[in-house]
């Protein structure tokens, strides 16, 4: 049993076919609970992880989450060619970049595409499965550079995550602000209004 007044809690997540080191969305979700229904009087919570302890903290009307900082190496397009089809169809990959401890793929989209192309893009993620040959993608994230338009503040980027390797997709309707700080390496804010 533990009591809400904690500031440490374990937290595991799970997909339909097993657990995963990590989910930076329902951490966050878990600590919105924790902080704003429970009133947790705490200003940080650590949650103890597959992934190593992650701390998430209040500041003002956002919850900060610090994330762990997993390096990225250039990817060769002609191996995940296939891959790359069944993910994106036709639209131009500015950039390509693998995380060997994390086996994900990152496909950064070409800055000319709005944020409505990503988010209306129809993606049949159990096609990766049989496009993916090297065996080392386990994730993918499509990802789009954010843009201010003046009515907002704008955002970082924009994300998609698949991994149907888990038998898990990853997509909100609800678009939350995601900004990286400088000064906070790997850092979500999250706004409520």
């Given at each position: 049993i533990f009591t809400l007044i904690s500031s440490r809690f374990g937290l595991r997540w799970f997909t339909p076919a097993n657990e995963v080191p990590l989910c930076g969305h329902a951490t966050l979700a878990s600590a919105a609970v924790l902080f704003h229904v429970k009133k947790n009087p705490n200003s940080v919570l650590t949650f103890v992880t597959l992934s190593g302890e992650l701390k998430t903290r209040q500041e003002k009307d956002q919850i900060v989450l610090d994330l762990p900082l997993y390096s990225t190496y250039p990817q060769v397009p002609q191996e995940v060619e296939e891959l790359i089809k069944a993910a994106t169809g036709d639209m131009i990959v500015q950039d390509l970049r693998y995380s060997?401890?994390?086996?994900?793929?990152?496909?950064?989209?070409?800055?000319?595409?709005?944020?409505?192309?990503?988010?209306?893009?129809?993606?049949?993620?159990?096609?990766?499965?049989?496009?993916?040959?090297?065996?080392?993608?386990?994730?993918?994230?499509?990802?789009?550079?954010?843009?201010?338009?003046?009515?907002?503040?704008?955002?970082?980027?924009?994300?998609?995550?698949?991994?149907?390797?888990?038998?898990?997709?990853?997509?909100?309707?609800?678009?939350?602000?995601?900004?990286?700080?400088?000064?906070?390496?790997?850092?979500?804010?999250?706004?409520?209004?």
């Open positions: 060997p401890d994390t086996e994900k793929l990152l496909v950064r989209l070409s800055d000319a595409y709005e944020r409505s192309v990503l988010e209306e893009l129809q993606v049949r993620a159990q096609h990766f499965l049989s496009a993916e040959k090297t065996g080392k993608v386990k994730g993918l994230i499509l990802t789009l550079k954010g843009k201010s338009n003046g009515k907002d503040k704008g955002h970082d980027f924009y994300s998609r995550y698949f991994a149907p390797w888990y038998a898990h997709y990853c997509f909100l309707k609800i678009q939350l602000p995601v900004v990286i700080r400088p000064d906070i390496p790997a850092s979500f804010f999250i706004t409520f209004s």
